[in-house]
């Protein structure tokens, strides 16, 4: 039996990423053919994608082989911004750009871009710390800035007005670092305390927020000292790390956002630490880009991997997953060759690095079947040892696939090899890497998975854990939508009711646990959310970012119900609310905000 066996779930695969009658293994044919490396390829390819044991970012599922014009990447982030409304830098400023660094653009020309790259289907995420802060004097009119935030609304609109490939909403994050001047007013930018204005209207709706969080702020944390505000090398003033990070913990405890990204983490850990600086990532934080830099996504689907031994107990077949990654890594490598760009620069980008995100879906439906509950030691050890052993066979399968036909442009072995991450890879990938170079500069990343993962049978997230046994969603039909109730994958297909950990059931610590240990074997990041009780005090719930921060998460997302903000979907665990059907559904993927069935962010990266 190949592709989605449940009815709804075949529907809402035809709706978003199948042709007129096509069916899935049409689809599956379709993508195949474009990504093949001749026939033994496509056979292996074809094979692996029909039984969904991987399964290609949606838009790639969508768009490979299709006649849209639409790119096969989910989401980019855009380049620097220029402290301008209009101009680009002058010549002075572009001689002090280093060897195979982009020059930055203004703030109308970012703009411009972003909705080039939304039409096409894919989401953007931007950096606005280097716009100077308010009350600055803007020397050529004899005025005074107001600062980024004056200008993020201009970015909204262009999100709001765009209707990008699948005729979805585009979905951006918004980033700016922790040390400027600024940063107060970025946290509390999307908090509103009247009720009375719809969801609909209320400001910068078409963003995630998320601050920067620099290595020198913990450590004013740790310590006590003063904190400097700065931009252009000038101290602006010093402020109380504590009350900043109480600002911050606040607002995602109230708000649920400005999510948190540990940026020089997120720096030192990059394979790419020698030739470029990130600054923002895609719009659900699993890819930490640099200017320009595009997310490339794919998911092994864990419960496809399951066996059953005699006496009827399931274990994980890593001889069929060692088979299929190297036709996994062929295939999406091609896809940097043969999509379509927005922008030359974004060509130009992924091509000289090659960065793929290959990650994980079903993880908690396979453990759990294997008798693991979510986020126990056991869980934890046998996610650790499936994580790596696919990272190092993601790795092994790019090295082999450079010796055959070259490395990435950018490659550089001797710095390339002493990256950090690179260093805690298996020796034998080492030496592989050493013989034949890397095709690939990354290779793995965790993405939401949403609607892939409801298209592969309802199986569980990403790494997220079961939400409840059922659940229920709109799709799309001739003429207008109906609810549809799902089961989940481990209930309907593994056994496991009754034995399965809930996601309100899980603590906090076991969330951050299943977090962390994703993060060791993923060389970008991963979007995880970790869901908290009502009723968790406020201490408690910053200590969960400080077990992020200190097990060596990139970043950190939480969600605890009944805050201030007007949620887009509200739902029972059953049903969804029939008047909220207007504004948003769980198959939609593509608003920038939170989704109250699942706890999760939403965006185009939600999609895969």
């Not at 199948?18 to 292996?44: P, T, V």
């Amino acid at each position: 039996m190949y592709g989605p066996q449940n009815p709804d779930c075949d529907l809402v695969h035809a709706e978003k990423y199948r042709g007129e009658n096509e069916s899935f293994r049409e689809a599956a044919n379709r993508w195949s053919g474009f990504l093949q490396d001749g026939h033994e390829h496509y056979m292996a390819f074809r094979e692996l994608s029909i039984d969904q044991r991987f399964m290609p970012p949606g838009r790639v599922q969508a768009g490979a082989g299709s006649l849209k014009n639409v790119t096969l990447y989910n989401c980019f982030v855009m380049a620097s911004i220029h402290d301008s409304f209009t101009d680009g830098p002058s010549q002075a400023e572009l001689d002090m750009l280093k060897p195979g660094m982009h020059a930055p653009l203004s703030i109308m020309d970012t703009a411009k871009n972003a909705a080039i790259t939304m039409r096409q289907g894919g989401g953007v995420g931007y950096d606005i710390s280097t716009l100077r802060p308010s009350g600055d004097i803007i020397r050529g009119v004899q005025s005074t800035t107001d600062g980024p935030l004056a200008f993020a609304p201009i970015y909204n609109a262009v999100c709001q007005a765009t209707s990008s490939a699948g005729n979805r909403r585009g979905a951006q994050m918004l980033v700016m670092r922790i040390d400027h001047p600024d940063i107060e007013a970025f946290i509390r930018a999307k908090q509103v305390s009247d009720d009375s204005i719809p969801w609909e209207f209320r400001p910068l709706r078409g963003f995630n927020m998320s601050v920067a969080i620099t290595d020198k702020f913990m450590e004013c944390l740790a310590s006590g000292k003063p904190f400097p505000l700065q931009f252009g090398g000038n101290v602006y003033r010093e402020v109380d790390p504590h009350a900043l990070w109480d600002m911050i913990m606040r607002g995602t405890f109230d708000w649920a956002e400005p999510g948190v990204l540990f940026i020089d983490q997120i720096n030192r850990m990059n394979n790419l630490y020698y030739c470029e600086t990130i600054a923002a990532t895609n719009p659900c934080g699993e890819q930490p880009l640099p200017p320009y830099g595009a997310c490339l996504l794919g998911s092994f689907n864990w419960v496809k991997y399951l066996r059953k031994d005699a006496d009827g107990k399931y274990w994980f077949d890593q001889d069929q997953l060692e088979e299929d990654i190297p036709h996994v890594v062929r295939a999406m490598d091609n896809v940097i060759d043969r999509s379509r760009y927005p922008l030359p620069q974004q060509r130009l980008e992924a091509q000289r690095k090659r960065r793929m995100g290959l990650g994980h879906t079903g993880v908690a439906n396979a453990l759990e079947a294997m008798g693991l509950p979510y986020g126990s030691p056991e869980f934890l050890t046998k996610q650790d040892e499936i994580m790596s052993f696919i990272t190092n066979k993601c790795y092994q399968a790019s090295a082999a696939l450079a010796g055959e036909k070259g490395s990435f442009p950018l490659y550089d072995e001797d710095r390339y090899m002493a990256g950090e991450f690179i260093d805690s890879l298996w020796d034998e990938t080492k030496d592989l890497i050493r013989k034949f170079g890397i095709r690939n500069s990354h290779l793995t990343s965790v993405a939401p998975t949403g609607t892939i993962s409801f298209t592969a049978d309802n199986i569980s997230s990403g790494i997220e854990p079961v939400l409840d046994y059922e659940q229920s969603r709109r799709v799309i039909i001739p003429g207008g939508h109906r609810i549809v109730t799902v089961p989940d994958y481990g209930a309907a297909h593994l056994g496991v009711y009754g034995k399965t950990v809930m996601s309100g059931e899980i603590t906090a610590a076991e969330h951050i646990g299943v977090l962390c240990t994703a993060q060791m074997s993923i060389d970008s990041a991963c979007s995880k959310t970790v869901n908290v009780p009502t009723n968790t005090s406020f201490e408690d719930f910053k200590n969960i970012y400080m077990m992020a921060f200190e097990n060596g998460a990139k970043g950190c997302t939480t969600y605890r119900p009944a805050g201030k903000y007007d949620e887009p979907i509200q739902s029972s665990k059953k049903e969804l609310k029939a008047e909220h059907d207007e504004i948003a559904s769980n198959s939609d993927a593509d608003i920038c905000g939170w989704d109250a069935n699942t706890g999760q962010r939403t965006g185009s990266c939600a999609e895969d």
